[in-house]
């Protein structure tokens, strides 16, 4: 581990003078950056410790609900607001990591989370675009059954590895970031970026830019919706597929349906051509199939992902017939 130094700062104006110097990193919970730390792929020269600011409430606003950033993942998974109205949210929550890990980290540090690819985490033996711009991926002609299978390109594959971050991305969650020059909004879908030539750059996050905190708005669609997980053990493992899900369906017809995949995806994958499919039309397995079938259009496997394609197909129809009272 490189030398660093530690600072404490107790307001967000503090938080961004410090964090805006060069090779200053925010820390919260640590789950992520102290791990990455240790391996030598973080070497932050002063680490700055935005525990004391007081961004921690989840509350009602005018139209939804506000998640500050540092509010702990447990403490959200639990709360009332949040299992009534965004049960995905509540679900994905559930479904990441271990007890312990959820109650020491912070919502806007998962949403910052980096992937779990190994060879980006391994320095000795393989090269790694995201982790050296230009060094090439490891990863293509390698061990690639759990990378992504869409949004990939020619230097990345790496799917992101959040569980929550795919149930904002399709609840429409908008994130609050703060600098120096004030403040601005960010729909959770554009935040995360796709690797392109550049899979280096992860988010539309500043250096020194810290993110306040996560509205998520109010929608028939978001109280009746729910995130399935896919993985290799049924704990403590990140997904090989995810779908998180939301129909208002009323009349027998589907009003509005959200649709977001994870575990497929280079960035938290919002499934639009899914949602055009399901939208205005009566919940059935054939129209289901037909949604999974018009977004995966898109995918790109490798060799040792190709299961992928048909197990996310089966993931968002299985999370849709659920929501739909199990008309499949
Ligand atoms: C063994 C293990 C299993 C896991 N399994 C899962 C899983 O199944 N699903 C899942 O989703 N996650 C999983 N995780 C990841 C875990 O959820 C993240 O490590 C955690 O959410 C990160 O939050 P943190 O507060 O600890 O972030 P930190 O480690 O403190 O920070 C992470 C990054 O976010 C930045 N950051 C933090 N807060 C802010 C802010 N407010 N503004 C700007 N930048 C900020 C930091 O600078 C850093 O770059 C797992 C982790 C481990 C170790
Ligand atoms: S998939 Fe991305 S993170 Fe993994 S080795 Fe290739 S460039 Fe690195």
Request: glycine residues 8%; charged residues 20%; proline residues 5%.
């Amino acid at each position: 581990m490189n030398p660093f130094d530690y600072v404490r700062v107790e307001s967000a104006t503090a938080a961004i003078t410090s964090g805006s110097r060069a090779g200053a990193k925010f820390i919260a919970g640590g789950t992520n950056l102290v791990d990455l730390m240790k391996c030598d792929v973080e070497r932050p020269l002063h680490v700055v410790d935005i525990n004391a600011l007081p961004l921690a409430a989840i509350e009602r606003v005018s139209g939804g609900i506000r998640i500050d950033a540092l509010a702990k993942m447990s403490d959200v998974a639990s709360h009332p607001l949040v299992t009534r109205d965004f049960p995905a949210i509540s679900q994905a929550l559930l479904a990441s990591a271990s007890p312990q890990l959820r109650n020491a980290a912070s919502i806007g540090g998962n949403l910052m989370q980096r992937t779990r690819c190994p060879y980006f985490r391994e320095l000795t033996f393989a090269p790694c675009n995201k982790r050296e711009p230009g060094s090439g991926c490891s990863a293509i002609d390698g061990e690639n059954r759990t990378h992504a299978i869409l949004g990939t390109s020619d230097a990345c594959i790496a799917t992101h590895p959040s569980d929550l971050a795919v149930a904002v991305a399709a609840l429409d969650g908008v994130l609050t970031i703060r600098s120096a020059n004030g403040e601005r909004k960010v729909a959770a879908t554009d935040f995360h970026l796709i690797p392109g030539r550049t899979p280096h750059l992860e988010h539309d996050l500043r250096h020194g830019e810290l993110i306040t905190s996560l509205f998520l708005p109010d929608a028939a669609h978001a109280q009746h919706s729910a995130y399935l997980k896919i993985r290799d053990r049924a704990a403590y493992e990140f997904a090989l597929t995810a779908a998180a899900a939301g129909l208002d369906i009323s009349g027998g017809i589907i009003r509005s349906a959200r649709v977001a995949l994870g575990g497929v995806g280079t960035k938290p994958w919002r499934a639009r051509a899914a949602e055009g499919v399901l939208s205005g039309q009566r919940p059935s397995a054939e129209l289901f199939r037909a949604a999974a079938d018009a977004e995966l259009q898109a995918a790109k496997p490798h060799e040792q992902n190709k299961f992928k394609v048909e197990l996310v197909k089966r993931t968002l129809v299985r999370a849709l017939t659920d929501l739909a009272g199990g008309v499949a």
